[in-house]
């Protein structure tokens, strides 16, 4: 095979070529923000041991938490949270055959990114 | 020995070479997590907003901590095998192994630390 000569293949469109839509824009950000709550996970786990471990530590992760940068850091990791969440439930009507047609799964893209906001200041409030 | 064939111990496993066990791990843990979750990060939340000495009497609650733990051994199971898929799906050959290892060993080191944590706090009460 290796002495075979090259030529270019052709590429098939991906993409770059479709219109942006809602659900695969849904999609993506159920992955984006899976993975982005790990990295939630790694602040809290460090504020937990930080806890555990009193005066100066505790006193670093509790500043840090509460710059900013902190507070950005945690309320988006609430509604990241709670956008998986109905992400997630989403997938488990998907998966059951039920939702597939492109009205319905338009409306539950909608009631994910409606949904996590107002759990957002839900969870903000009850806090 | 097993008396079967080839095609019939390939049957049912697909491309990923474990048939569906990802999809239906990926399903109970979603559902035990969707369960967990609001009373989790309510209770947690509240810790984080107060002072040292309330945030370890939230914490050292059964009812605050064991949920919290559950969610967290549940959760980063779930975040292991689901990062795993973003990683087998955008890379290939050593760096999947490298990133597939790093991300397995790091979730469960996550893990025993907020473990760890959870008992130190609950056991000095």
């Known amino acids: 095979m290796s002495d075979m000569p090259r030529h270019p293949r052709p590429l098939s469109p991906h993409l770059q070529i479709y219109r942006p839509q809602l659900t695969a824009f849904t999609s993506i950000l159920t992955r984006i923000t899976g993975n982005a709550l790990g990295v939630s996970t790694i602040v809290i786990v460090w504020w937990l041991y930080a806890m555990t471990r009193g005066g100066a530590d505790y006193e670093r992760a509790n500043w840090f938490l509460h710059t900013w940068v902190g507070e950005a850091i945690l309320i988006l990791s609430v509604w990241g949270l709670w956008y998986h969440y109905l992400a997630g439930i989403r997938h488990l009507i998907f998966d059951s055959l039920h939702g597939l047609d492109i009205a319905t799964a338009q409306k539950l893209g909608w009631a994910c990114i409606i949904g996590s906001v107002l759990l957002t200041g839900l969870t903000i409030y009850l806090i | ?125």
Do not use: C
């Open chain 2, 1 to 125: 020995m097993r008396y079967l064939t080839a095609r019939k111990r390939a049957e049912g496993k697909g491309a990923s070479g474990s048939g569906t066990e990802h999809f239906w791990f990926m399903q109970t843990t979603a559902v035990g997590l969707a369960i967990l979750m609001p009373w989790v990060v309510v209770s947690l939340g509240r810790a984080i907003r107060s002072d040292y000495g309330n945030a370890w009497y939230i914490l050292m609650n059964p009812w605050v901590s064991i949920p919290l733990a559950l969610a967290l051994f549940v959760g980063m199971r779930h975040f292991a095998a689901g990062a795993r898929v973003m990683i087998e799906d955008y890379t290939r050959g050593t760096w999947r192994k490298g990133l597939i290892i790093t991300v397995t060993s790091l979730s469960y080191l996550i893990t025993a630390i907020g473990l760890y944590a959870l008992a130190v706090i609950t056991l000095k009460g």
